[in-house]
C-alpha cells in the first residue's frame, strides 16, 4: 500500500472486541515491553481502523483526535483508566505501557516535568527519551507465536531510550531510519503537529509499516499524498558471529537493560536521594557528554579505532549544527544524544572506559576526568560547567568533575547542591572541625611551612589555622570557600583576608602543595580516630554562655595587681577566651564581640582588653597568671559541662 487509504465509515465501537469467532480477545492484551503507541498501531491493523480512531474508542484522544505526545512519558489518571476499561486491560497494564513504569531506574525520565511542548526538548537535551523510536527488525517480525505472526512483534518501550542502542535477543545493532525512505519512525512531517503516532489518521498500515509521506503535500489541500509504507521487519537478518567492537557494545548494553530494568525495592529518583544503581546511568550520560565536548582530547578513550571513527563522524556532524545557527540564538539539540544506534554505542562505550576504575575512590578518575574537562569548559559556552553541575550523578563523577582552585571548589556562577559534594570520603564530619585549627596540630603536622617563618610572627600562623580549617570542612562536607566559611562561623571578609595572606606567601615560591599536604595528613589522623570533639555543639552550647560572676571572681584570687576585674567589660573580656578556648574559634568572632557589632556599639573597648591579656608582651606578672587561670577554667569547663567529645 503506497498510497493514503480512502475514508471509511467508522462504527460506533465503545470497547475494543474481537473481531471474528476465532479471536480469544488476547490480541488486545500488550506484548511484552509493548509501548503505548505500538498498541494503539496494533490494535488499529487488527481492527482496520485508524490509530486515531483506536484512541478515541480507548478515551485518549484530545481535540482535533490529536494523540498527546506526552502519553509516552505518563498517563493521566482518567486515560488510564478509560484505556483499561476499553481494552479490557487489568489494573496497572496501561501505565505499564508508558515511560513512567522505568523512571524509578532512569533518572532523566524522573526529572520530566509534563505538559507543553518544551517537555520535548528537555528530553532529547537530558536523553530521557525519544519521541521518534529506534527499532529491531527481527523483534519486529515477531517470535513465531500466532499473535505476532498475525501483527507482528512489539514495539519496545526501552527503543525511546537514548542508552538502547543495540538487541541483545538478536545481537544486533538497533535501526533508527526506515530503509527505503530514510525517515525516522513516528518522526513529524513538517506539516503535522508532534504526537503519539504520526499519520494518525491513516488506517489499514501494518504495525510494522513506515507512516511517513513519501513527499509533503500542499498545506490545507485534499491531495492526495503516497506513503512509504515500506516494512521496517522484513531487513531481519540471521544471527552471526559479532565483530569485538559489537560485542563490547552488546556486553554494555547487557549492563545499561539491568540498571534499565526496576525491581521491586526501586524508588523514584531525584537530585539529592539517587542510589548508585540510579547513578550508574547518570554518570554514564555524563561522561559522554564530556566525550563529546572535549574531543578530540578524548580519542584515547575509545576502544578501538573503529568505535573512534564513529565517535568523530557523530562530532563532525554536531559541531557543523552547532555552528550552522543564527547570531544570539541557542543551538537545538546540542546536548541531544546522537540519532545512529552506532554512534550512541561507540560514545557510551568510550565514556564507560572513562569511568573505568569508578567506585574505587581513586584519584585516577579525576586525573583522567581534569584535562577533558578543562578542554571542554575552555572550548564551550560558560555555562557548560554549570550544566554538569546540575547533574545528578555520583559523588565520585562529582569530584572528579569539579574545578578546584587552592584546595576549593570554584563557585561558578550558579550555585547548586552538586557544589557541596566533598572533595574526598572522610571518617569525620564537618562539626568535628573548628575554626581554628589546634596549635598541637599545627606543630605535629605544619613543621615544613611554619619553620620557614619568624618564631615571634603570630599572625601568620593564625591565617593558616584559619584555612586549614576551611580545607577540611571542605573535605567533609564540599562546597566553594565562602560556604565552608559560613559553617565555621567565619566572617565572609575575614577568611578571604587569611587566603589572600597566605596566597602571598606560598603561591610564589611553590609552597601550596606543602599546605595540601598538611592538610591531608590532619584528615588522615581524623579518620583514623576513635573520638572525635563536635566543634559545632561546643559553638552552640556557648552561644549565649557568659561566665558566673562567682567563677570569675574565683580566677583573680591573690591577684592584686590586677584593676577593674569586677567590671563588666573583664567579664566580657574572659567570657570570649573561655568560649575561644573551648571551641578553638577565633575570640573576635565569639557572642560576646558579635553581640555589640549587632546591637550596633563599639568593639574596640572588649578587643582592647582581651588584647592586653593576650599580647605576648603582658604575659607576666598578674596578668600572665591570670590568663593561666582562664585557660584552666576553659579546660574545666570542657570536661565537665561543655557536650563535645562523641564516638565515631
Not at 615571634?456 to 593564625?462: E, G, Q, S
Not at 579546660?635 to 564516638?647: A, I, K, M, S
Amino acid at each position: 500500500m503506497n498510497c493514503r487509504p480512502g475514508p471509511f465509515r467508522q462504527p460506533r465501537d465503545t470497547k475494543i472486541r474481537p473481531i471474528d469467532s476465532t479471536s480469544t480477545g488476547t490480541e488486545s492484551l500488550p506484548l511484552p515491553e509493548e509501548s503505548l503507541s505500538g498498541l494503539i498501531l496494533r490494535l488499529a491493523y487488527r481492527l482496520n481502523r485508524s490509530p486515531a480512531r483506536i484512541a478515541s474508542l480507548c478515551g485518549l484522544s484530545r481535540h482535533q483526535h490529536r494523540l498527546p505526545a506526552e502519553y509516552l512519558i505518563a498517563l493521566p489518571a482518567e486515560a488510564s483508566a478509560a484505556l483499561e476499561a476499553a481494552a479490557s486491560l487489568s489494573k496497572g497494564e496501561a501505565d505499564a505501557l508508558t515511560l513512567s513504569a522505568m523512571a524509578v531506574s532512569y533518572p532523566p525520565l524522573a526529572t520530566m516535568r509534563l505538559g507543553g511542548s518544551r517537555n520535548m526538548a528537555s528530553a532529547r537535551r537530558t536523553w530521557a527519551f525519544n519521541l521518534s523510536s529506534r527499532y529491531c527488525p527481527n523483534c519486529l517480525a515477531g517470535d513465531g507465536s500466532i499473535i505476532q505472526n498475525a501483527y507482528g512483534g512489539p514495539w519496545r518501550l526501552r527503543w525511546h531510550i537514548p542508552v538502547s542502542f543495540a538487541c541483545t535477543a538478536h545481537s544486533r545493532l538497533l535501526e533508527h531510519r526506515c530503509p527505503q525512505c530514510g525517515g525516522h519512525p513516528n518522526e513529524p512531517s513538517n506539516t503535522e503537529r508532534q504526537g503519539l503516532t504520526t499519520q494518525r489518521t491513516i488506517g489499514g498500515l501494518h504495525p510494522a509499516q513506515c507512516r511517513h509521506l513519501l513527499v509533503s503535500g500542499p498545506v490545507g489541500t485534499n491531495v492526495r499524498t503516497p506513503l512509504c509504507a515500506a516494512r521496517l521487519d522484513q531487513t531481519a537478518c540471521a544471527a552471526e558471529q559479532p565483530d569485538s567492537d559489537l560485542v563490547m557494545m552488546l556486553a554494555l548494553q547487557r549492563r545499561i537493560d539491568r540498571h534499565l530494568t526496576p525491581t521491586k525495592h526501586s524508588h523514584p529518583t531525584s537530585n539529592n536521594y539517587s542510589t548508585p544503581q540510579q547513578q550508574f546511568l547518570s554518570d554514564l550520560i555524563a561522561a559522554a557528554q564530556l566525550i563529546r565536548l572535549s574531543w578530540p582530547d578524548s580519542a584515547r578513550f575509545a576502544p578501538s579505532s573503529t568505535t573512534a571513527d564513529l565517535i568523530a563522524r557523530h562530532v563532525a556532524t554536531w559541531n557543523a549544527l552547532r555552528e550552522d545557527r543564527s547570531p544570539g540564538r541557542r543551538v537545538r539539540n546540542a546536548w541531544a544524544a546522537p540519532h545512529e544506534p552506532a554512534e550512541s554505542g561507540a560514545l557510551l562505550l568510550a565514556a564507560d572506559t572513562l569511568l573505568a576504575d569508578q567506585g574505587q575512590h581513586s584519584p585516577a578518575l579525576r586525573e583522567r576526568i581534569q584535562p577533558l574537562a578543562n578542554a571542554a569548559f575552555s572550548r564551550n559556552h560558560a555555562n557548560i560547567s554549570a550544566a554538569f553541575r546540575r547533574m545528578d550523578i555520583s559523588p565520585d563523577l562529582s569530584r572528579a568533575l569539579a574545578q578546584r582552585s587552592l584546595g576549593f571548589n570554584r563557585a561558578g556562577g550558579h550555585h547548586h547542591a552538586r557544589q557541596h559534594v566533598p572533595s574526598r570520603q572522610c571518617q569525620f564530619g564537618i562539626e568535628h572541625v573548628p575554626a581554628l585549627l589546634p596549635e598541637a596540630w599545627i606543630k605535629a603536622h605544619f613543621g615544613d611551612l611554619t619553620s620557614l617563618w619568624d618564631p615571634i610572627d603570630v599572625w601568620k600562623p593564625r591565617h593558616l589555622r584559619r584555612v586549614a580549617s576551611l580545607n577540611l570542612v571542605e573535605m567533609a562536607g564540599g562546597g566553594p570557600w565562602p560556604q565552608c566559611a559560613e559553617v565555621l562561623g567565619i566572617p565572609w571578609t575575614t577568611a578571604q583576608r587569611s587566603l589572600t595572606v597566605l596566597k602571598r606567601i606560598l603561591l610564589p615560591g611553590g609552597l601550596w602543595p606543602l599546605l595540601d599536604t598538611a592538610v591531608e595528613a590532619v584528615a588522615q589522623e581524623l579518620d583514623a580516630a576513635a573520638l572525635h570533639v563536635d566543634f559545632a555543639a561546643r559553638r552552640r552550647t556557648l552561644s549565649t554562655w557568659q561566665i558566673p560572676v562567682e567563677d570569675l571572681a574565683a580566677l583573680t584570687v591573690g591577684l592584686v595587681r590586677l584593676t577593674d576585674v569586677e567590671s563588666s567589660s573583664t567579664r566580657a573580656a574572659v567570657t570570649a577566651l573561655v568560649w575561644a578556648r573551648v571551641t578553638q574559634g577565633d575570640h573576635l568572632h565569639s557572642p560576646s564581640v558579635q553581640a555589640l557589632r549587632d546591637a550596633q556599639q563599639s568593639t574596640k573597648p572588649l578587643v582592647s582588653a582581651i588584647g592586653q591579656l593576650q599580647t605576648p608582651c603582658n604575659r607576666r606578672g598578674a596578668r600572665f597568671r591570670f590568663l593561666q587561670r582562664i585557660s584552666e577554667y576553659a579546660d574545666y569547663l570542657t570536661q565537665t559541662r561543655v557536650e563535645g567529645n562523641r564516638c565515631s
